[in-house]
């Protein structure tokens, strides 16, 4: 099963090469043995890590040196479509018993 990888915003045009579907975001599926993290993502479609505002693996935030394997789900946000992310831990230990 390929890495499932989405290139947002100007990182579409660095996926051109690799991929003629001309949606929002570039959706690319790379089967590729060489590629162990999202680093090696970005190597093989020549983006440096300043490029990337947010990285995002099976919709958790990470960062580039995230272990992939088959069947993940890598999506790459540039700097200028910086995001406002905030992760939202649920610890039902701090919940009042009686509710």
């Known amino acids: 099963?390929?890495?499932?990888?989405?290139?947002?915003?100007?990182?579409?045009?660095k996926a051109?090469?690799?991929n003629s579907n001309a949606g929002a975001?570039?959706?690319?599926n790379l089967?590729?043995?060489?590629?162990?993290?999202?680093f090696d993502i970005l190597k093989?479609?020549?983006?440096?890590e300043t490029e990337i505002s947010h990285i995002f693996v099976?919709?958790?935030?990470s960062e580039p040196r995230k272990e992939v394997k088959?069947?993940?789900?890598?999506?790459?946000?540039?700097?200028?479509?910086g995001l406002i992310f905030v992760e939202i831990i649920q610890n039902n230990s701090n919940l009042d018993s009686k509710y």
């Open 1 to 13: 099963m390929p890495i499932k990888v989405k290139l947002y915003g100007d990182l579409r045009e």
């Open 16 to 18: 051109s090469k690799h």
């Open 44 to 48: 093989k479609f020549n983006i440096e």
């Open 58 to 61: 099976n919709h958790k935030y």
């Open 25 to 28: 975001p570039s959706t690319l």
């Open 70 to 81: 088959d069947g993940d789900r890598v999506g790459l946000f540039p700097k200028n479509m």
């Open 31 to 38: 089967e590729d043995n060489e590629i162990k993290f999202v």
